[in-house]
């Protein structure tokens, strides 16, 4: 039988260690050249599988490639791009194996969320479906730490250590400032339905008095009157009051806060800015001075600050997709098993794709204050272990050296197909 090639790519919002998990494949896949031949990266996700767009990764140095372990964002370029369904449109799917066909491809290691989830299974079910033989294997990815049974998700740990470590230092500078100027600070972070970053905001909090004070979910109804109260106390307690906030909070009505009206390319409701929104209420209801940050693309992509344990955890996730495949395993995604809090002690284990995609894990009730405004210790002993360690990158004139891909294309030998 003959080697066959893989086909790697990177879907969704990207993270600060989506990169390792790409070394983590291409590297394994190379150790292992007697079973894989070339890995195919997709250029822009599944689009680059589709359109026949594919990326020779055979031609970078083991240098190069060894780099992506500090290098944010994807190497290989992203896409929000959901497969249909294969009985509404069959011709996408007649386009992957037309493609596979042509590049040899029995190997397929997508590397994203949810919705990469459901992508990777319907792919993995074309053997059944259509009678093509191909493993497909999915690889973990999310900043916003939403995805079932794995403890934790690749991106999550090192946005956690970023937006904790920001708003500590923010926290610092308002307090300074507090008596002749700003009372209140609010910093807005990503979480559409789970509160997994917000919560990361709450372990700055060690100590009496150090902010974030409040806490806001998008799992707790948010409750005006009630947020009010807590800030107003909270300023005449501490002096000042520091805030974070989800994107993703929604009103007694189920409707986002910040909700625009707009769809991304995955069909979801794109969200405004809820800080504003915020800082306005408080400057209209309570007339405190504020001011407020967004850390938008920012807290992803910090992989200066990155944490260690995401760091290798990323990359071994990688490693262990490619072992799934060379052990004959399909529609699985190697997962997170957490073995003990303190030490921190994990391993690897198989969880089904049928029961990954399109399924989200939320914040546990018991992870939330009663009041709903803050994170409890059970939560904290979850966190802490996931943003322990510094894995700095290289540094150059004063700043991270990140590298750069030569990503050549691999001669097309099909008909042009419209994505």
Known sequence: MSIKNAFYAQSGGVTAVINASAAGVIETARRHGDK????????????????????????????????????????????????????????????????????????FFYNGGGDSADTCYKVAQLSETMGYPIQAIHVPKTVDNDLPITDCCPGFGSVAKYVATSIREAGYDVASMAKTSTKVFILEVMGRHAGWITAACGLAAEAEGEGPHILLFPEIEFDEAAFLAKVKATVEKYDHCVIGVSEGIKN????????TGLKDAFGHSQLGGVAPTIAQLIK????????????????????????????????????????????GKNSVMPAIRRLSDAPYQWDIVDAPLSEVANVEKFMPRDFITADGFHITDACRRYLSPLIEGEDFPPFKHGLPHYVR???????????EFKV
């Open 405 to 415: 891909l030569q990503n050549q294309s691999v001669a097309k030998k099909l008909p």
């Open 284 to 327: 209209d209801k309570l007339g405190y001075k504020y001011h407020w940050a967004v850390a938008d693309y920012l807290q992803r992509a910090a992989r200066h600050i990155a944490s260690k344990t995401d760091v290798e955890q990323a990359y071994a996730l990688g490693k262990a997709a490619v072992e799934a495949a060379l052990a």
């Open 36 to 107: 894989i031949g070339t890995v195919y990266a997709g250029r822009n996700g599944i689009i680059g599988a589709l359109s026949e767009d594919l990326i020779d990764t055979s031609l970078e140095s083991a240098a190069d490639i060894a780099a992506l372990k500090h290098t944010p964002s994807g190497a290989f370029g992203s896409c929000r791009y959901k497969l249909k369904s294969v009985d509404t449109h069959k011709e996408q799917y007649e386009r992957l194996i037309e493609v596979f066909k042509a590049h040899n491809i029995g190997y």
């Open 252 to 259: 007694k009505d189920g409707k986002f806060l910040s909700e």
